[in-house]
């Protein structure tokens, strides 16, 4: 994708999903055989349900469908969340992952995974899980020393201490393990 048409499909896009509360993290145009296929990424502090993207997806449709920021021929538009091993890249993606925990690979090499605690203007810090019945450590990792960060899937999270003290629900609404406490 060109760099004008990008920044014509940012600035025609971006309202769009400001307007829903929404962060534009990514627009990606490729080819799908002859037609091409525009991929829209959006996030929020929240989250992404389904019902938002099929919303602003069909408000893109026609934004896009009055304009010809696509040009000429056939397109599919796809308007999705981050995936759930999204890489941060933004600061308000790793105040997003606070109590998740990710693999950082470093500049001066050498990688470590990491639960994220708090996140500051300068760097996050995190808790490093002990090994073979060790306890977990305290590290402070600056933004500056970080090369690549992701986040990890958990599927048997043990620990839901980090993630409360993070400020984010250990157990979201409409956990099982919730709903059995409200019954």
């Known amino acids: 994708m060109s760099t004008t048409?990008?920044?014509?499909?940012?600035?025609?896009l971006e309202p769009l999903a400001s307007d829903r509360g929404l962060d534009l993290e990514e627009i990606e145009v490729s080819r799908a055989g002859r037609r091409r296929m525009l991929r829209v990424v959006v996030d929020s502090d929240q989250g992404v349900e389904l019902d938002a993207c099929a919303e602003l997806s069909r408000e893109i449709s026609e934004k896009l469908d009055e304009t010809?920021?696509?040009?000429?021929?056939e397109y599919v538009l796809e308007v999705t969340s981050p995936g759930a091993e999204r890489p941060l890249t933004e600061h308000r993606h790793y105040v997003r992952a606070a109590?998740?925990?990710?693999?950082?690979q470093l500049r001066e090499g050498g990688e470590l995974s990491a639960r994220i605690l708090g996140v500051d203007d300068e760097g996050v810090d995190?808790?490093?899980?002990?090994?073979?019945?060790?306890?977990?450590?305290?590290?402070?990792?600056?933004?500056?020393?970080?090369?690549k960060a992701r986040v990890e899937i958990e599927f048997n999270r043990k620990d839901?201490?980090?993630?409360e003290a993070a400020g984010t629900p250990a157990h979201p609404a409409g956990d099982d393990e919730t709903k059995e406490e409200e019954a």
Do not use: C
Request: net charge positive; hydrophobic share 40%.
């Open 99 to 104: 109590g998740r925990l990710v693999r950082f």
């Open 126 to 147: 995190t808790e490093v899980p002990g090994v073979k019945g060790r306890k977990a450590t305290a590290r402070r990792i600056p933004f500056a020393d970080v090369a």
């Open 160 to 163: 839901d201490k980090a993630a």
């Open 5 to 12: 048409q990008s920044e014509r499909l940012r600035g025609l």
């Open 68 to 73: 010809d920021a696509m040009g000429e021929g």
